[in-house]
């Protein structure tokens, strides 16, 4: 279930530092910790039988979207800016954390899910990344509560009442199997920076608010701080509005938007505080929210001599996403293992090629 990518390069730099922070548990109990999924999905393949599409219609699928709302007069406040001093950071140990879903076919009952989850370290010793899973699991509208909170076996079940099987249950199946490998990194590391993939928002059923507390709340007394990037954000937009003409700095800096989080009417509760993150040259600006024991600038700077940037992005986020994405050959794969459960597979035809293609197929 668990592959691990181990590149071990030993640096003489923070030598002794560097084995005091490697001195942790291994990640070598993925088995255990999530047998109760593993046995539900083995248990939920037994059902699969009969014929599946191997296409995703997402006009029936549609995403679950989580907006921010408007965000009006930024560009008339006084803002705090926070520059990111390189000088005196001293090199951390940090994990990056990330999952990624597939649907690997549909029904008329149900749909066929893989998940999978990877970790990404770096410290004195060099990089070594885990890939935990795949997970594969049937849904049907009569399994979906108890086999997606059998994802957290030692809480009791998560409210799934009303959840429609639609194509935000991908999305969701991802989000609950990377708050666990979270809080799984956050109990068994120390004095570390993690990475998440997202935000530190809490509230809809893929982030529910005792969940993202807990990761939060059982990183700080092992001296770990967290920052959670955000790719795609409306918070990003007012980066071309907070220039560094505008605030006379240069980068890398933050600017604390948290003030704007806590006025906007959300649907979700935040945790920790949020930032406009330009830690790199060029026009790139992220969101990241923190939940840290140490001063943010302190953090970031530590981060800068850890981790190394691409477009300001940290390099271990986007190995952790790779080495969590379904490639073709995983899905052929996989379909290749429900042929043998008797799921006969095929592509439905589409409608608009069926109309608008010229009749010979070219």
Same mark, same amino acid.
């Given at each position: 279930?668990?592959?691990?990518?181990?590149?071990?390069?030993?640096?003489?730099?923070?030598?002794?530092?560097?084995?005091?922070?490697?001195?942790?548990?291994?990640?070598?109990?993925?088995?255990?910790?999530?047998?109760?999924?593993?046995?539900?999905?083995?248990?939920?393949?037994?059902?699969?039988?009969?014929?599946?599409?191997?296409?995703?219609?997402?006009?029936?699928?549609?995403?679950?979207?989580?907006?921010?709302?408007?965000?009006?007069?930024?560009?008339?406040?006084?803002?705090?800016?926070?520059?990111?001093?390189?000088?005196?950071?001293?090199?951390?140990?940090?994990?990056?954390?990330?999952?990624?879903?597939?649907?690997?076919?549909?029904?008329? !009952?149900?749909?066929?899910?893989?998940?999978? $989850? @990877? /970790?990404?370290?770096?410290? #004195?010793?060099? *990089? =070594?990344?885990?890939?935990?899973?795949?997970?594969?699991?049937?849904?049907?509208?009569?399994?979906?509560?108890?086999?997606?909170?059998?994802?957290?076996?030692?809480?009791?079940?998560? !409210?799934?009442?009303?959840?429609?099987?639609? $194509? @935000? /249950?991908?999305?969701?199946? #991802?989000?609950? *199997? =990377?708050?666990?490998?979270?809080?799984?990194?956050?109990?068994?590391?120390?004095?570390?920076?993690?990475?998440?993939?997202?935000?530190?928002?809490?509230?809809?059923?893929?982030?529910?608010?005792?969940?993202?507390?807990?990761?939060?709340?059982?990183?700080?007394?092992?001296?770990?701080?967290? *920052?959670?990037?955000?790719?795609?954000?409306?918070?990003?937009?007012?980066?071309?509005?907070?220039?560094?003409?505008?605030?006379?700095?240069?980068?890398?800096?933050?600017?604390?938007?948290?003030?704007?989080?806590?006025?906007?009417?959300?649907?979700?509760?935040?945790?920790?505080?949020?930032?406009?993150?330009?830690?790199?040259?060029?026009?790139?600006?992220?969101?990241?929210?923190?939940?840290?024991?140490?001063?943010?600038?302190?953090?970031?700077?530590?981060?800068?001599?850890?981790?190394?940037?691409?477009?300001?992005?940290?390099?271990?986020?986007?190995?952790?996403?790779?080495?969590?994405?379904?490639?073709?050959?995983?899905?052929?794969?996989?379909?290749?293992?429900?042929?043998?459960?008797?799921?006969?597979?095929?592509?439905?035809?589409?409608?608009?090629?069926?109309?608008?293609?010229?009749?010979?197929?070219?």
């Amino acid at each position: 279930m668990s592959n691990i990518y181990k590149h071990r390069k030993v640096n003489k730099i923070g030598e002794t530092r560097g084995m005091s922070q490697l001195a942790q548990p291994s990640l070598n109990d993925f088995e255990n910790l999530f047998k109760p999924f593993l046995e539900m999905g083995q248990r939920s393949l037994g059902l699969v039988n009969g014929v599946y599409s191997t296409e995703f219609d997402e006009e029936v699928f549609v995403q679950n979207e989580w907006g921010f709302g408007p965000l009006e007069q930024a560009e008339q406040l006084e803002v705090s800016v926070i520059s990111i001093p390189l000088e005196g950071a001293v090199e951390r140990q940090v994990a990056a954390i990330d999952t990624s879903s597939v649907v690997v076919a549909v029904g008329r !009952d149900g749909v066929i899910l893989g998940v999978r $989850g @990877s /970790i990404a370290i770096r410290n #004195a010793l060099g *990089l =070594e990344i885990q890939r935990i899973g795949p997970f594969i699991t049937y849904l049907t509208p009569e399994n979906i509560s108890s086999t997606l909170g059998s994802i957290f076996g030692d809480l009791p079940p998560l !409210d799934m009442s009303g959840y429609q099987l639609d $194509g @935000s /249950i991908q999305k969701m199946l #991802a989000s609950l *199997l =990377e708050k666990k490998l979270q809080e799984h990194v956050v109990k068994r590391f120390k004095d570390s920076i993690i990475l998440l993939d997202g935000s530190l928002s809490a509230g809809p059923q893929d982030n529910p608010l005792r969940l993202v507390s807990r990761i939060v709340e059982e990183a700080k007394p092992r001296g770990n701080d967290i *920052l959670a990037f955000s790719k795609t954000s409306i918070l990003q937009s007012w980066g071309s509005v907070f220039t560094e003409d505008k605030l006379g700095v240069e980068p890398p800096y933050v600017i604390d938007m948290t003030w704007l989080i806590e006025r906007l009417e959300l649907r979700v509760r935040v945790l920790g505080r949020t930032f406009l993150a330009r830690l790199g040259s060029g026009f790139n600006v992220y969101r990241v929210d923190t939940a840290t024991c140490r001063r943010i600038e302190e953090v970031f700077g530590s981060l800068l001599r850890s981790d190394p940037l691409i477009y300001g992005y940290p390099e271990l986020l986007i190995l952790a996403h790779d080495y969590c994405t379904f490639t073709k050959s995983d899905v052929i794969a996989i379909q290749s293992m429900l042929r043998s459960l008797g799921a006969e597979l095929f592509r439905e035809g589409s409608i608009r090629d069926m109309l608008f293609n010229p009749i010979d197929g070219r």
